[in-house]
């Protein structure tokens, strides 16, 4: 199933790290079983304006590294409808993400990994926020989407390069 995956890129990026990001959305929304064709909407920014963001629509006084906008309020393992196409695309509108790059390449420094992993990772995080998935837990809730992403990932051959240190 192709899926359309819009990129707007309000920070400089490459046309590598937006085929990843492409791959990775479409590959979460494979994993998940989404089988009709759906639109992301991709907000490549930076700190200062998902700081923005995350105060005018969460009332957060902090960057992060990605937010997610669902259009539906789905449950886990519940998949959109084709009758929520938009009439003129035949496409579905999933929703859209914001992802600071500025915050994904201190995160990939921190954590040991490339860029594109960081980025793929938190493409695959907020795909599945717009399928219903969250964390507010520490418990079920978080493991759940901690194992869908790994999955995604491992199957996309995204891995993380360096081993972890205790």
Same mark, same amino acid.
Request: hydrophobic share 40%; glycine share 6%.
């Given at each position: 199933?192709?899926?359309?995956?819009?990129?707007?890129?309000?920070?400089?990026?490459?046309?590598?790290?937006?085929?990843?990001?492409?791959?990775?959305?479409? =590959?979460?929304?494979? /994993? &998940?079983?989404?089988?009709?064709?759906?639109?992301? @909407? !991709? +907000?490549?920014?930076?700190?200062?304006?998902?700081?923005?963001?995350?105060?005018?629509?969460?009332?957060?006084?902090?960057?992060?590294?990605?937010?997610?906008?669902?259009?539906?309020?789905?449950?886990?393992?519940?998949?959109?409808?084709?009758?929520?196409?938009?009439?003129?695309?035949?496409?579905?509108?999933?929703?859209?993400?914001?992802?600071?790059?500025?915050? =994904?390449?201190?995160? /990939? &420094?921190?954590?040991?990994?490339?860029?594109?992993? @960081? !980025? +793929?990772y938190l493409a695959v995080h907020s795909v599945l926020h717009l399928l219903?998935?969250?964390?507010?837990?520490?418990?079920?809730?978080?493991?759940?989407?901690?194992?869908?992403?790994?999955?995604?990932?491992?199957?996309?051959?995204?891995?993380?390069?360096?081993?972890?240190?205790?």
């Amino acid at each position: 199933m192709e899926h359309l995956v819009a990129i707007d890129p309000e920070v400089e990026t490459t046309p590598e790290l937006e085929e990843a990001l492409r791959r990775a959305v479409q =590959a979460a929304l494979e /994993a &998940e079983g989404v089988d009709v064709p759906c639109a992301v @909407e !991709v +907000c490549l920014t930076d700190d200062e304006n998902i700081h923005q963001t995350n105060w005018d629509m969460r009332g957060v006084d902090a960057p992060t590294d990605v937010l997610s906008f669902p259009m539906f309020e789905l449950r886990p393992g519940e998949k959109p409808l084709a009758e929520w196409a938009d009439p003129d695309t035949d496409q579905v509108l999933l929703g859209d993400m914001m992802i600071s790059l500025e915050r =994904a390449r201190a995160q /990939a &420094e921190e954590y040991g990994h490339s860029l594109e992993r @960081e !980025v +793929c990772y938190l493409a695959v995080h907020s795909v599945l926020h717009l399928l219903g998935y969250d964390h507010l837990d520490e418990g079920p809730m978080k493991q759940q989407m901690r194992e869908r992403e790994e999955a995604i990932l491992g199957a996309l051959g995204v891995t993380r390069e360096k081993e972890e240190t205790p």
